[in-house]
T-cell receptor, first 114, second 112 residues
Framework: DTAVSQTPKYLVTQMGNDKSIKCEQNLGHDTMYWYKQDSKKFLKIMFSYNNKELIINETVPNRFSPKSPDKAHLNLHINSLELGDSAVYFC?????????????FGEGSWLTVV | DAKTTQPNSMESNEEEPVHLPCNHSTISGTDYIHWYRQLPSQGPEYVIHGLTSNVNNRMASLAIAEDRKSSTLILHRATLRDAAVYYCILMYSGGGADGLTFGKGTHLIIQP
């Protein structure tokens, strides 16, 4: 079983549309994250949630809204998509606390806005 | 956050050892040193981490300088599958949900 799974893997959509990327982890972790990797390959954290509560919200347009229905899921909703939103989005999870904790990443969702 | 400095790229031959350096001269006493790697078209994956002592696992070894201002990730026998971008990241031991702050990493090229 995949530890951190994201769907869809590929998404091509038009500007102005609203789309969602789903993420689920079966590791029993209490913390989940969304990362964005742009065309220059920089990986940057967008959000982190602990026990369904938002912990980190980096400088991300409010068109991006994470939703955590339970500890095992953290979905990413994006409204009014723009060309600059084209990127790879990675979901991740870990246990909270302790710098020795390993963070597990999903395989990524490739979003292309045309 | 304390920063790390890595070479942009390195090249090695298959079945030879690889030493990937990382400088972190502003590391604090409570920062752990983590290494992750990202294979092409995949998500980052954990490689190894340590605080003060050298560490070994099935994937690699981590050698930490005595003053902790630098570290080296050692792949004992590189394979083509080890071609990836390797990230050296400092993580504050206070934990929390800060996640990882990725730099540019080192692009490791393995020649057959």
């Amino acid at each position: 079983d995949t530890a951190v799974s994201q769907t869809p893997k590929y998404l091509v959509t038009q500007m102005g549309n609203d789309k969602s990327i789903k993420c689920e982890q079966n590791l029993g972790h209490d913390t989940m994250y969304w990362y964005k990797q742009d065309s220059k390959k920089f990986l940057k954290i967008m959000f982190s949630y602990n026990n369904k509560e938002l912990i980190i919200n980096e400088t991300v347009p409010n068109r991006f809204s994470p939703k955590s229905p339970d500890k095992a899921h953290l979905n990413l909703h994006i409204n009014s998509l723009e060309l600059g939103d084209s990127a790879v989005y990675f979901c991740a999870s870990s246990h909270l606390g302790g710098a020795g904790n390993t963070i597990y990443f999903g395989e990524g969702s490739w979003l292309t806005v045309v | 956050d304390a920063k790390t400095t890595q070479p942009n790229s390195m090249e090695s031959n298959e079945e030879e050892p690889v030493h990937l350096p990382c400088n972190h001269s502003t590391i604090s006493g409570t920062d752990y040193i983590h290494w992750y790697r990202q294979l092409p078209s995949q998500g980052p994956e954990y490689v190894i981490h340590g605080l003060t002592s050298n560490v070994n696992n099935r994937m690699a070894s981590l050698a930490i300088a005595e003053d902790r201002k630098s570290s080296t990730l050692i792949l004992h026998r590189a394979t083509l599958r080890d071609a990836a971008v390797y990230y050296c990241i400092l993580m504050y031991s206070g934990g929390g949900a800060d996640g990882l702050t990725f730099g540019k990493g080192t692009h490791l090229i393995i020649q057959p």
